[in-house]
């Protein structure tokens, strides 16, 4: 697949999958007090104004977490392999904030840059789902790298 680069005039939207959405809603009651996370797979409309994110992967092995921080171990290449035929691809990230908010820490913000500009990504515009808990319920923060920096972006409405 060419690499998306978005028009930066068309703000791009992003439609959460409810296969996604309830992977992440699980891994994030699963790990608790700990943060969690993982990589987003899915496709790209053909105008590139909107991503499909259909799977949200847990954890490779390796990964750590505490309960501020989520570090992720390299080692889901194979899995995203396995993917391509069925055209799906890498869109970005995702991890929780147990005790935070949907906002992406200085930290996250540099990792994502990182990955924008990574060609073995091949994703200049990678998404980042923060899932973020307040009491007992989880809210979803929605962030796109545009021009190196993220902001945030719209949710298209969620596939039944
Ligand atoms: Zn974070």
Known sequence: MAPLNLDKNTFPQVKIGEMALTAMLSLCEQ????????????????DGALAHVNEALGP???????PTEFTRNTGLSKALQRRWPEQ????GEWHSHPRGRTSPSRQDRRQMAKIGNDASYCCPNPILIIMAR???????GLWVLIDGKLRRAK???CDA
């Not at 790990?31 to 053909?46: D, R």
């Not at 799906?88 to 869109?91: N, R």
């Not at 307040?134 to 979803?140: A, G, M, P, V, Y």
């Open 134 to 140: 307040s009491r007992d319920d989880w809210t979803l």
């Open 155 to 157: 949710e298209a409405t």
């Open 31 to 46: 790990a608790a007090h700990l943060e969690t996370g993982g990589i987003l797979v899915g496709s790209y409309s053909a």
């Open 88 to 91: 799906q691809y890498y869109l």
């Open 60 to 66: 490779p092995p390796g990964s750590q977490s505490t």
